[in-house]
């Protein structure tokens, strides 16, 4: 089992950035991907960014630009950082993980933080 911790969140005035962390644990952590999503009330879960256990990062294409993915293998941690906010990126964000095999990181995410919220205010 795996267990994610994300830290991070709050609130923060348009403009302004946020790095979110990660911490997880638990069984082969050092075989899996890592990845970041994000839900906005009455809004589907929309994702954001990937990282490999290699480093190899995929990004969604509407937040490209503004959002930064990495890890630090040695401490088990994964960071999203976020620039350039907008009230519009409010949302619970997740950090999420799965085996590091095959080519759509985009999906098939088996474990789940509890999430963290971000409050962009205008």
């Known amino acids: 089992q795996v267990q994610l911790v994300e830290s991070g969140g709050g609130l923060v005035q348009a403009g302004g950035s946020l790095r979110l962390s990660c911490a997880a644990s638990g069984h082969s952590v050092s075989s899996l991907a890592m990845g970041w999503f994000r839900q906005a009330p009455g809004k589907e879960r929309e994702f954001i960014a990937a990282i490999r256990w290699s480093g190899r990062t995929y990004y969604s294409e509407s937040l490209k630009g503004r959002v930064t993915i990495s890890r630090d293998n040695a401490q088990n941690t994964g960071y999203l950082q976020m620039s350039s906010l907008k009230p519009e990126d409010t949302a619970v964000y997740y950090c999420?993980?799965?085996?590091?095999?095959?080519?759509?990181?985009?999906?098939?995410?088996?474990?789940w933080g509890q999430g963290t919220q971000v409050t962009v205010s205008s």
């Open positions: 999420a993980a799965r085996p590091d095999i095959g080519t759509n990181f985009y999906t098939g995410y088996a474990y």
